[in-house]
Each structure stands twice: as C-alpha cells, then as structure tokens.
C-alpha cells in the first residue's frame, strides 16, 4: 500500500515573491503540488507547465479598486483552497497570500511563509499578518530574527 503524498499548496503575489517562490521549484515534485499567483502576461504561460490557478492582480497604490480586488481575491482564494484540499500552504507573500495562510488555518492546515529576501531589517506587513498563525517562519537574513523570534534562519533561497 502506498502511502498519500502530501499535497502542498505554493501562493505568492508576481514579481520578485514569485521568483522567491519559484526557488523552491525542486520541492515541487515531492508533493502533490499546486501553485497561485496573480495573473499577468508573464504568469499565463506558467500553467503549460504547472496546476496552478490565478488571482487577480491589484496594487494597492490605487485603493479603491485594490479593496474590490482584495475582496474578490479572499473569496476565490477560499474557492480553490476548497477544490484543491491542500495539507500544506507555502508562502513567499504578499497581500495576495495573506487570506490562503488564514484559510488554512481555520482549516487547521499548515502554513509556512518565507520572508522575503529583500527584507534584511524591517518586517512586510504581510509578514506581521502571518507570523502569529504561522507553523513555520522562516527569515532569510538573521537580522530579522529580532523582529520574528520565533522564526528560523534559513538563510537565502538564491
């Protein structure tokens, strides 16, 4: 009898998050794996090669429209953490992410989110919304340490 693999749920907003994220690529086939992200014309092609599906992107430099987007976004990503039935989300951040780590915890799934790299003396709000529930916390420069001290060094993922 073979045993379940775990299926684990990868999210990160475009940009440097999804490329933090995508570094983790070699993780991928050690699960049953699937990503989101926010759809550009970069990320479309990304489902040639992935289960993924797509949220909608919002910057938050136009808060009217971002606070609809937002919304929108928290009720799909609801929808596919119920379709999808993930043991585990891993995030890189931001915004986007921050509601799946949440659903998942009312799931009581796992949640594991990686600050980012760009971060080496200040926390992302994204970082302090999620570090309370997190399972695991993981900075990537042991200066953040005394902003997360519960979190692990895991050093960079470069």
Request: with cysteine; glycine share 6%; proline share 5%.
């Amino acid at each position: 009898m073979s045993k379940k693999r775990k299926k684990v749920l990868f999210i990160s907003s475009v940009g440097g998050h999804l490329t933090q994220l995508m570094q983790l690529k070699p993780l991928f086939q050690q699960y049953d794996y699937y990503l989101v992200t926010e759809k550009t014309e970069v990320t479309a092609s990304m489902k040639k090669e992935h289960p993924m599906s797509f949220l909608v992107y919002g910057a938050r430099n136009y808060p009217i429209s971002y606070l609809f987007k937002f919304s929108f976004n928290c009720l799909k990503s609801l929808g596919i953490f119920l379709k999808e039935r993930p043991d585990v989300v891993v995030t890189t951040g931001v915004h986007t992410a921050v509601p799946m780590c949440y659903i998942a915890k009312l799931f009581r799934k796992k949640v594991v989110f990686i600050e980012s790299f760009a971060k080496t003396s200040s926390p992302t709000l994204s970082g302090r919304l999620v570090y309370p529930i997190a399972d695991l916390f993981i900075v990537q420069w042991e200066t953040m340490l005394k902003h997360y001290p519960k979190a692990v060094h895991g050093g960079s993922i470069y």
